[in-house]
């Protein structure tokens, strides 16, 4: 075995902090090094280890511009990465994401043809035979699947999508995506007395999967019928993020009268201290034919922080709770403003489900343990 070897982690545009805090190996073992390739543009610039920045088809605007059914049809979609070649084959392992994109398809090909060495990728989907719309799209995620040495996936349920679309179970490992739990860690308790001030949270996208209407209708409900149980307490939304729904979503609050939000924005750097000021979190995610909450990072990120969750059992999202929050069927609106209710006014049930999440963090979803099993996978194939 060689004392140095270097990884690809290609994500393209979709490079992020939150994903990218399990793959800082250095700290865990010197001989492995990670470089990430993104595009121009990614989502995160600044992800612990080196990037290397590559012109992609999204950088260009093809995503905005010409209709995505059209780049479905003609080339597969627009996670085209110009350079790929050249770039990655001075590499030991190459590290992709779903088989389904475009730039996975480019790296299927290069292994095929042995410029390459070993190609692994993460799969998150969850929803089998997903992302097949077109005939080529279909074509590309069945040859990068054919070509790819090792699927790494997060979730049962990502493991036996790929199961049932003909991946042996020899080609898959499965292993926890883990949060700084150093970082995402409970505030100080400042008093025993009761809490005045109860400020639930989301943070996410603000698009309509995940579930920012059916938040809405709650939150409305429970001030309307409970407010005279809260009459010592302050109730406040907490609704932080971006996305294209953003100002019809707030139009929608608006329209509705629905009084105590407030709306922001705020960098992945600071967003541990928003866990810290609230007491409750909650995500309320719909699953569609196309879509359902693959893990939800924001759920391990609230868990580690020691808050009480409130989530929808959708997608994978009860894989990740387990029994450390409260799971509620999707769409039952009366139900999850009962369980807000009695977190906002049993102080003792908040406290012992913040316990019981931060407790399930640091046993399951601890970035540090993650890092080492990657290392583990990784010293496998070289």
């Not at 290609?10 to 390739?37: C, H, M, S």
């Not at 505030?187 to 999967?209: M, Q, Y």
């Amino acid at each position: 075995m060689r004392d140095k070897y270097t990884i690809a982690l290609v994500r393209g545009a979709f490079l992020n902090e939150y994903e990218t805090q399990n793959f800082r190996l250095r700290t865990i073992d010197k001989r492995f090094r990670i470089v990430g390739i993104s595009s121009k543009n990614p989502i995160s610039a600044q992800v612990g280890f080196p990037v290397i920045k590559l012109l992609s088809l999204s950088d260009l605007g093809f995503c905005r511009r010409i209709p995505r059914f059209l780049l479905n049809r003609s080339i597969g979609g627009c996670q085209f990465l110009f350079g790929l070649s050249k770039t990655v084959s001075k590499f030991d392992i190459i590290h992709t994401a779903d088989p389904h994109y475009l730039y996975t398809f480019q790296l299927a090909k290069l292994r095929k043809a042995g410029v390459i060495k070993k190609l692994i990728s993460t799969s998150w989907e969850i929803i089998p035979f997903n992302n097949e719309s077109t005939l080529i799209k279909r074509h590309n995620k069945y040859f990068a699947i054919k070509h790819i040495d090792l699927f790494l996936v997060y979730t049962r349920m990502a493991r036996k999508a790929l199961e049932k679309e003909g991946v042996s179970p020899k080609r898959i490992k499965m292993l926890h995506l883990g949060v700084d739990t150093k970082r995402f860690h409970p505030a100080p308790v400042v008093s025993k007395d009761s809490k005045k001030n109860i400020r639930i949270l989301f943070i996410g996208r603000f698009v309509e999967d995940k579930g920012i209407y059916d938040l809405g209708k709650v939150y409305n409900l429970l001030l309307s019928k409970y407010s005279k149980d809260f009459v010592n307490k302050s109730i406040e939304l907490i609704m932080i993020g971006d996305g294209r729904g953003k100002n019809r979503m707030k139009l929608y609050f608006h329209e509705n009268n629905i009084k105590n939000v407030t709306f922001k924005k705020v960098s992945y750097k600071d967003i541990h201290k928003e866990y810290q000021r609230a007491d409750i979190f909650i995500l309320l995610s719909r699953s569609s034919k196309r879509w359902s909450e693959q893990y939800g990072m924001v759920l391990l990120e609230a868990m580690s922080s020691g808050l009480p969750v409130v989530a929808y059992k959708s997608g994978a999202i009860g894989e990740i709770v387990g029994k450390a929050g409260v799971l509620v069927k999707e769409g039952d609106l009366n139900n999850t403003v009962l369980m807000l209710k009695s977190l906002i006014l049993d102080d003792n049930l908040r406290y012992r489900l913040g316990k019981l999440a931060r407790k399930r963090a640091i046993k399951y979803f601890n970035s540090e343990t993650t890092a080492k099993e990657i290392v583990k996978i990784y010293e496998s194939l070289v």
